[in-house]
Nanobody, 118 residues
Framework: QVQLVESGGGLVQAGGSLRLSCAAS????????MGWYRQAPGKQRELVAV???????NYADSVKGRFTISRDSAKNMGCLQMNSLKPEDTAVYYC????????????WGQGTQVTVSS
């Protein structure tokens, strides 16, 4: 079992920055990848960014060059630095962890609201 708790959401003006954090606890040694997803009202949840155990990253095209995902294994933390925020980035952001296994298991945090005003 893995527990994920997000923090760092809030209200920011367009062009501003926010840093989201995800604290992991439980069977953290088995986490293969950590990611961030977001869900805006009336829309499906979508991938924002993901980072693997080895440090490989992948980003949605809409956030490339603006967002940076990182992972501090020593602190059991994942972070998402969001710069140059746009109103269309407004959503609930969820931390995600994929745990090794057959089949792999996916865990989710409770979500944190990010609101970007124009």
């Amino acid at each position: 079992q893995v527990q994920l708790v997000e923090s760092g959401g809030g209200l920011v003006q367009a062009g501003g920055s926010l840093r989201l954090s995800c604290a992991a606890s439980g069977s953290i040694f088995s986490i293969n990848a950590m990611g961030w997803y977001r869900q805006a009202p009336g829309k499906q949840r979508e991938l924002v960014a993901v980072i693997t155990r080895s440090g490989l990253t992948n980003y949605a095209d809409s956030v490339k060059g603006r967002f940076t995902i990182s992972r501090d294994s020593a602190k059991n933390m994942g972070c998402l630095q969001m710069n140059s925020l746009k109103p269309e980035d407004t959503a609930v952001y969820y931390c995600n962890a994929v745990v090794a296994g057959i089949p792999p298991k996916t865990y989710w945090g409770q979500g944190t609201q990010v609101t970007v005003s124009s």
